[in-house]
Each structure stands twice: as structure tokens, then as C-alpha cells.
């Protein structure tokens, strides 16, 4: 007779089985990345805002950056107004004025999710 209380069951042991290896060693190799916001600049602003809105950077500033450098290759300019309406420069320069520490805010996050930046072929990487 089908039981298919009983299979579903099955499966879902079977799959809590087969994956826990692989929560498990996630959680014990990773600990959360923890980009860090604590630079002069940063402590300084009395309401602490990104370029754009922090939902946005967290999905968007590769496109962001990217968007940049097509902007100026163009020649189309090289001022970003905000959503806001706030100016900012196209330039690598903006990001590291702010998060003046790469290794503890850019590193974090990439290193954790194991992306690695084409970027730094053309473009000096900050050392700090
Ligand atoms: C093949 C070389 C090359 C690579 C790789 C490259 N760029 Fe560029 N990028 C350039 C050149 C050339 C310019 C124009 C330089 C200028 O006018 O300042 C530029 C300009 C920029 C600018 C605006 C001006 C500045 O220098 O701050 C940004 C932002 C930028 N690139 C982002 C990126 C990002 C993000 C990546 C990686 C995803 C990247 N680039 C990879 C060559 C490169
Ligand atoms: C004026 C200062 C400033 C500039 C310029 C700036 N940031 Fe930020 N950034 C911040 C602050 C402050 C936050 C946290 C925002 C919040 O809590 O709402 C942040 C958040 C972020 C986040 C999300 C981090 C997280 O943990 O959610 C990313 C990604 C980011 N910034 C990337 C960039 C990049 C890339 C650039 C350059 C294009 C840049 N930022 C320019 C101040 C700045
Ligand atoms: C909150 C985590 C987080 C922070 C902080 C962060 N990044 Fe990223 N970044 C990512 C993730 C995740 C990806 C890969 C996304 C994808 O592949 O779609 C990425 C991708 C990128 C790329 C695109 C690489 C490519 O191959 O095109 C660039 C450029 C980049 N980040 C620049 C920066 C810079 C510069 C900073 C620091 C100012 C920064 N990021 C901070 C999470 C972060």
C-alpha cells in the first residue's frame, strides 16, 4: 500500500543526513563575514549613509562601479547624483574616502564568499 506520509518522512531524514556535513563544516569554517564600518570618515557622519541606500550596495555596487567605469570611459561625465540628489565622483576614490580600510570591509565580505576582483589588473589596489 502507498504511504505517503511515511516516504516523505523518509526523504526528509534522508536529506537532513545527506546535507548536515555540509551546514556544518560551513559553520565551523566561515564565522559570518562582518564588513566593518568603524573608519574616521565613517564615525564622523551624523546620519551614516552609503552612496546609495545599504540594501542597494549590498546588491548593487559591483553594477554600481561598473556603470562608473563605463560612464567616464565614455566620456559622459564623471559626477554620480544620488537617489538623494547628493554629488558624488565617479571614481574608486569615492568608495575608499569612506571605507578607507579594504581588508576590513571589502575583504571581509569578498574572501567569505570567495569573489575574486578582476579589478585590480588596470586599477592600483589600496593596501590598507
Ligand atoms: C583592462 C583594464 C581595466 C580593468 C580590468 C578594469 N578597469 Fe576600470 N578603468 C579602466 C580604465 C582605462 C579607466 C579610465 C581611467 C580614467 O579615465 O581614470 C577605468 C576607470 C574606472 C572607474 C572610474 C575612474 C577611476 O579610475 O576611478 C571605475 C569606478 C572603474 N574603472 C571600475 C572598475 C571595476 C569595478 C573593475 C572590475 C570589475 C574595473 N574597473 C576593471 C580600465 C580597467
Ligand atoms: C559618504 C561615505 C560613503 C561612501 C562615499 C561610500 N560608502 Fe559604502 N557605506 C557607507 C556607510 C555609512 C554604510 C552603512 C550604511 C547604512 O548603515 O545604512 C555603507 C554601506 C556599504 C555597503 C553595504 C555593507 C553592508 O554590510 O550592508 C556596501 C557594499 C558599500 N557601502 C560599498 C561601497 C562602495 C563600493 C562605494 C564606492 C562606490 C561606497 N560604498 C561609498 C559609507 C560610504
Ligand atoms: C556585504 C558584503 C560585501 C561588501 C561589504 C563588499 N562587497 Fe563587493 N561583492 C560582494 C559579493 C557577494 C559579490 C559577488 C556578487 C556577484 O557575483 O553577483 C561582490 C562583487 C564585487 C565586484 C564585482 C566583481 C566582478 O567580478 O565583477 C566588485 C567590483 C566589488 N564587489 C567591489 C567592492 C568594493 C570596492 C567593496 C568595498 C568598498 C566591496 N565590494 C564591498 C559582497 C560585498
Not at 55 to 77: C, D, I, P, Y
Request: charge should be positive; aromatic fraction near 10%.
Amino acid at each position: 500500500m502507498y504511504n505517503g506520509g511515511k516516504i516523505i518522512a523518509g526523504l526528509v531524514i534522508f536529506l537532513g543526513l545527506v546535507t548536515f556535513p555540509i551546514y556544518y563544516s560551513v559553520g565551523k569554517a566561515n564565522p559570518h563575514p562582518s564588513p566593518s564600518l568603524d573608519t574616521p570618515a565613517i564615525n564622523q557622519m551624523k546620519v551614516k549613509h552609503c552612496v546609495e541606500s545599504r540594501s542597494f550596495m549590498r546588491a548593487n555596487h559591483m553594477r554600481l562601479l561598473r556603470g562608473w567605469m563605463q560612464t567616464v570611459l565614455s566620456g559622459k561625465g564623471c559626477v554620480y547624483v544620488s537617489s538623494t540628489g547628493e554629488k558624488y565622483d565617479m571614481s574608486w576614490d569615492t568608495c575608499w574616502n569612506c571605507h578607507s580600510s579594504k581588508k576590513q570591509f571589502c575583504d571581509r565580505c569578498h574572501q567569505y564568499m570567495a569573489v575574486d576582483l578582476p579589478c585590480w589588473k588596470c586599477h592600483s589596489e589600496p593596501n590598507t
